[in-house]
């Protein structure tokens, strides 16, 4: 039986998305399920089995139809032995083999990367980054993650861990973050703070997509709050720029929904205070493949691996 479909799994902070995807990376069903309803590890790891179980029912295939089952995971992961170190903003996972545990479950070959490394894939395959020989990806979320493209390959770093761009620290003191450092760039431009700051102003019915309403209707206080953010943001960027040279650098995420402002503000600081030769060439883009770059990734991944 020919193997022509892909389960692709990208666990954020909130939701877990499932979708079967067919060898050209085209998503042929999605579910979404709420992650906070999954409070312990074995009911997650459940959840996702199950899940796979019921997209093959609901699609009437058998795992023969399945090449594998990728997974996208907020964390930091070790792409080959298939260890999840930690989950930043999910408690209750500490160096979890879970590679081993859902190809025992499921019976199917399984990879498992950070989700922002899985974005990456996605973006530099088949989105805003695509022909790019170096690229920095960011996505904005509940947590900042980042995947860093190098000649034209994921960068992954001695133990697996490269492109934490969340949690390089913008400051000598500041918040303590989840991932035990402190005044990481997450703590200050992660979904949670740019909603606290927004509700002392706008109260607590303000969403992210409501204070980018706001500001591209010129409202001064929405405006504040996001140019704040492109600044925070910013000073990481131009030392990442100043760093690795990168074509290209692509954010994505539901802060990077906040458009014109944002992305108007990253490219004038970093053209201002990143040193000229680093700054003359690089772009920086809206990543194209929105909430279907996880997944996309993640079926990148299992094709990828299986190679």
Same mark, same amino acid.
């Given at each position: 039986m020919?193997?022509?479909?892909? *389960?692709?799994i990208d666990l954020g902070g909130t939701n877990l998305k499932i979708a079967l995807l067919d060898l050209r990376y085209r998503i042929r069903y999605k579910e979404v399920l709420n992650t906070q309803?999954?409070?312990?590890?074995?009911?997650?790891? =459940? *959840?996702?089995?199950? =899940?796979v179980d019921k997209i093959l029912k609901d699609n009437n295939l058998s795992r023969k139809n399945l090449l594998g089952v990728g997974l996208g995971l907020p964390g930091p992961i070790d792409y080959e032995k298939g260890i999840v170190h930690f989950f930043p903003n999910i408690p209750g996972w500490k160096e979890v083999k879970l590679k081993n545990i859902l190809e025992r479950k499921l019976r199917l070959p399984v990879f498992v990367d950070n989700d922002a490394k899985v974005m990456s894939l996605a973006e530099h395959k088949l989105g805003a980054a695509k022909g790019s020989t170096n690229a920095v990806c960011i996505t904005l979320g509940t947590g900042v993650g980042g995947g860093v493209i190098i000649n034209g390959k994921l960068y992954r770093g001695l133990s697996n861990a490269a492109g934490e761009i969340g949690h390089m620290p913008i400051n000598e003191n500041g918040p303590r973050c989840n991932c035990r450092g402190y005044a990481c760039l997450e703590s200050y431009i992660g979904n949670n703070r740019i909603l606290r700051e927004a509700r002392k102003i706008f109260g607590s019915s303000i969403t992210l997509e409501k204070l980018s309403y706001l500001a591209k209707k010129q409202n001064r206080n929405a405006k504040a709050i996001w140019l704040k953010v492109a600044e925070r943001l910013s000073v990481t960027l131009v030392g990442v720029v100043n760093l690795l040279n990168p074509d290209c650098i692509v954010i994505g995420g539901g802060v990077a929904g906040a458009g014109k402002i944002l992305f108007d503000n990253i490219k004038k600081?970093? *053209?201002?205070?990143?040193?000229?030769?680093?700054?003359?060439?690089?772009k920086v883009f809206k990543a194209?493949? /929105?909430?279907?770059?996880?997944?996309? /990734?993640?079926?990148?991944?299992v094709k990828e691996g299986m190679r």
């Open positions: 020919a193997k022509e479909f892909i *389960a692709g309803r999954f409070t312990r590890k074995e009911v997650l790891i =459940s *959840a996702i089995v199950d =899940s600081i970093i *053209a201002r205070r990143a040193m000229s030769v680093q700054a003359k060439h690089v194209k493949l /929105g909430n279907s770059a996880g997944l996309i /990734g993640a079926a990148i991944l």
